[in-house]
């Protein structure tokens, strides 16, 4: 079956950096493409930014210049490097392995930004 686990969220002060990470397994992780998703508390779960099979990626207008998505396919592994953290920042953080008609989701880490 497939899993996503997301580790790397927690507590950071504004202008702090997070590197979160996403284990992928049960699937082919080289054909899906990775994305970041977050969901504030009373608010919708919106992208953050996405890595396609080919490294092309794409980022929430919030998040550019600040936020970089990455993956190693060797390690099956996505990445979401925050710098510049904001308290607008705060929120849980899923990561999602889409293709075709699938779609997969991991359980979500935390990512808190407060002083």
């Known amino acids: 079956q497939v899993q996503l686990v997301e580790s790397g969220g927690g507590l950071v002060q504004p202008g702090g950096s997070l590197r979160l990470s996403c284990a992928a397994s049960?699937?082919?992780?080289?054909?899906?493409?990775m994305g970041w998703y977050r969901q504030a508390p009373g608010k919708q779960r919106d992208l953050v930014a996405t890595?396609?099979?080919?490294?092309?990626?794409n980022y929430a207008d919030s998040v550019k210049g600040r936020f970089t998505i990455s993956r190693d396919n060797a390690k099956n592994t996505v990445y979401l490097q925050m710098n510049s953290l904001k308290p607008e920042d705060t929120a849980v953080y899923y990561c999602?392995?889409?293709?075709?008609?699938?779609?997969?989701w991991g359980q979500g880490t935390q990512v808190t930004v407060s002083s």
């Open positions: 890595i396609t099979s080919r490294g092309a990626t």
């Open positions: 049960g699937l082919i992780f080289s054909i899906y493409t």
């Open positions: 999602n392995a889409r293709v075709v008609d699938f779609d997969f």
